[in-house]
């Protein structure tokens, strides 16, 4: 096996919002920076601007926020949510 260079696996995430309009306004105002809203059907994404790993608010079906968040099934939005 040969070395690997050290390198970011992260190249993408979305932080799950149950009020797209309130993310929204708050990522904008703690990063004074506006933020593309993209509507896809029944889906909402803000696209956060970004050079190397991006980033989206996303809000719609399966993008809840986990309701308890001990539950083993919703820890990849535990992991978006804290990123």
């Known amino acids: 096996m040969h070395k690997g260079k050290n390198r970011s696996w992260t ?11 309130r993310a929204k306004r708050f990522y904008e105002t703690i990063y004074q920076m506006d933020i593309e809203t993209v509507e896809m059907g029944p889906y909402k994404m803000g696209i956060i601007p970004h050079n190397d790993v991006g980033c989206a608010i996303i ?10 968040p001990m539950d083993p099934s919703s820890i990849w939005m535990q992991i978006r949510i804290w990123i």
């Open 11 to 21: 190249h993408w995430f979305e932080i799950p919002a149950s009020n797209y309009d």
């Open 59 to 68: 809000s719609g079906e399966g993008y809840e926020l986990p309701r308890d």
